[in-house]
């Protein structure tokens, strides 16, 4: 198989923003035909086999992506920002959660709150390590808490993905404190 980090952003940019790009056909709750990837990814150049992908997905240390219980069908867990429904209930969520993003956009969001951007949800962490690694992909990393009960007591839906990642639309700066 190709390189394993090559595919795994491949599979992210076809599974999660743009299908099309491969002629992919995604059904509403964000589920594709494991054959037609495969086919339509080999025809690009990305030549793996069903068992390639299986070890892929079972070793990807973020679990962004899940199989249909009988291994027909793929999906992306969460950061779609194509159109879908991925079908998740609304959870109670841990008093707090936290998000990591880079020390130059500290300002704006605790004025601001956190936006999605052009993703569906906002993504949060049950802990700081993740967070901060996300943090870090975007510079030196900075630890946000926010108030996750604080929130749902006031009406905010949350939902958990597959992966652990927990989900919201919006995170108003009054619930946001930086994590000391």
Known sequence: MEDEVKISKFLSLVLRHNPALIG?????????????????MKAKGHRISPEDLKHLVDT??????AFSDDFEKIRANQGHSVEVD?????????????????????????????????R?????SQ????ARKVGMRHGKPVILNADAKGMAQRGFDFYLSNNGVWLTDFVPAEFISINE
């Open 24 to 40: 992919l056909k995604l059904d509403a709750n964000g589920w594709a035909s494991i054959t037609d990837l495969l086919d339509k």
């Open 60 to 65: 990807n240390s973020k679990k962004r992506f």
């Open 86 to 118: 991925l079908g998740y209930e609304k959870q109670m969520p841990p008093t707090v959660l936290f998000h990591g993003t880079a020390e130059k956009n500290v300002d704006l969001i605790l004025k601001d709150g956190i936006k999605k951007m052009n």
């Open 120 to 124: 569906h949800h906002v993504h949060l």
């Open 127 to 130: 802990d700081m390590t993740t």
